[in-house]
Each structure stands twice: as structure tokens, then as C-alpha cells.
């Protein structure tokens, strides 16, 4: 495992073309098992999810995100892969919601020789009864 730094952008477009970006950069670690490429953070304050950690399972143009702490009632995962549809569970201060995400595109730039890159993940998601959206992630190996 090795320990690496984290540029994360992530977009917010609202269905009334509003947009909101977030930017952080925190430490994470990097590794590698069979054929893909594991990245691990700790969330901050500043991203609303305090006390929580993400975990990326990057296997080729699939992205598996799954966020789990002491804070937060339920895991959530979501899976993106481009062109499906993922249906699960988001947990909120408010409780568990219903969740339904349709991977726009993504694209993986990280380079497994030198544990960096970038990877890019666009899609819409629908939060039921609370909102809906265009979301775009950009991480960064820096």
C-alpha cells in the first residue's frame, strides 16, 4: 500500500442548470490486487461526510465507490459503468434513501506503473423525493 495525495473536483448540475463544485485535496493510500487499482480516503469536514472513509475499486472503465464509518447509518455503494443504470441506497443525516445513478462515461488515465493518473466519472443521479442531478468526479493522483 502506498501512500498517496488526492485532488478530488466534484460537480454538482441541478435540473435548473444550477452548478455547485466542490474541490478538496487530502491524503489517501494506493494499491494494487489482481487487476485493479484500490484508492482509499478519509472524508472531511468540508465534504459534508466527516468521519467517513471512501474506498474506489478502479477494474478498467468500471468504478466501484463504497463510503463506510462509524457516522454514517448504512454503507453506500454505487457502481458506475458507462451506460448502466445502479439502484441502491444513499444514507443521509435525515436516514436511508433511495438512490438511482446512470453512468454517463467514465475514463480511467491512471497509469498502474506509476500509481498516478486521473479518472473521470460523469452521471446522473436521483436521490427519491429529495433531488435530482448531473454529477461530475474528477480524482486526481497528484
Do not use: H, W
Not at 448502466?84 to 497509469?111: A, C, H, Q, W
Amino acid at each position: 500500500m502506498k501512500e498517496i495525495m488526492l485532488k478530488i473536483i466534484g460537480k454538482q448540475v441541478t435540473l435548473d442548470a444550477e452548478e455547485e463544485q466542490l474541490e478538496f485535496v487530502t491524503e489517501g493510500k494506493y494499491y494494487e490486487k489482481d487487476d485493479s487499482v484500490y484508492l482509499l480516503y478519509d472524508e472531511s469536514e468540508f465534504s459534508g461526510m466527516e468521519g467517513c472513509t471512501t474506498s474506489l475499486k478502479i477494474t478498467g472503465e468500471t468504478i466501484k465507490m463504497k463510503r463506510f464509518g462509524e457516522n454514517i447509518g448504512l454503507d453506500t455503494e454505487i457502481e458506475f459503468e458507462k451506460g448502466k443504470r445502479f439502484k441502491g441506497y444513499y444514507d443521509t443525516p435525515f436516514g436511508s434513501v433511495e438512490m438511482e445513478v446512470l453512468t454517463n462515461d467514465v475514463v480511467n488515465n491512471i497509469v498502474k506503473t506509476e500509481g498516478k493518473g486521473k479518472l473521470n466519472i460523469d452521471y446522473n443521479i436521483s436521490l427519491r423525493g429529495l433531488s435530482e442531478g448531473r454529477s461530475i468526479l474528477d480524482i486526481e493522483i497528484i
